[in-house]
């Protein structure tokens, strides 16, 4: 009886574990569906990657600032701190740092849409 028990416990907590793994990949769909949507909505659409990844393909309508080159060229965001902004790079990880730094200039709507393949993939 107290294998058995065991054994459902072993059970139980691997299929938790599976289960986990398919919600961790939910989000990822979800959050490119969204950005999308406030794409559509009329979002600015920034790329921070670099001029030469920019030049070799990037999503439509998007402007280019490199991450390095945010504070410097704030100015061509605009003045309207609550406009949605949605900010990509290669993997995230650059769109990330001009979302906290955006953020820290008091900008309010910026969503990391993280990666150019990843939302070529969702559009």
């Excluded at 990844?53 to 991450?67: C, K, P, R, V, Y």
């Excluded at 955006?102 to 849409?113: K, P, R």
Aim: glycine share 10%; hydrophobic share 45%.
């Amino acid at each position: 009886m107290g294998a058995r028990l065991g054994v459902c416990f072993i059970l139980v907590f691997l299929v938790s574990g599976c289960a986990g793994n398919r919600a961790e990949d939910q989000p990822a769909q979800t959050l490119e569906k969204r950005a999308w949507s406030q794409i559509r909505g009329g979002a600015l659409l920034l790329d921070v990657r670099t001029p030469a990844e920019f030049d070799q393909g990037h999503l439509d309508g998007a402007i280019n600032i490199s991450h390095d080159k945010i504070d410097a060229r704030v100015g061509e965001l605009g003045a309207d701190k609550d406009r949605q902004i949605v900010v990509y790079c290669r993997t995230g990880r650059r769109a990330d740092i001009v979302k906290a730094r955006l953020e820290a200039l008091g900008f309010t709507s910026v969503l990391n849409a993280r990666s150019y393949a990843a939302m070529l993939d969702a559009k």
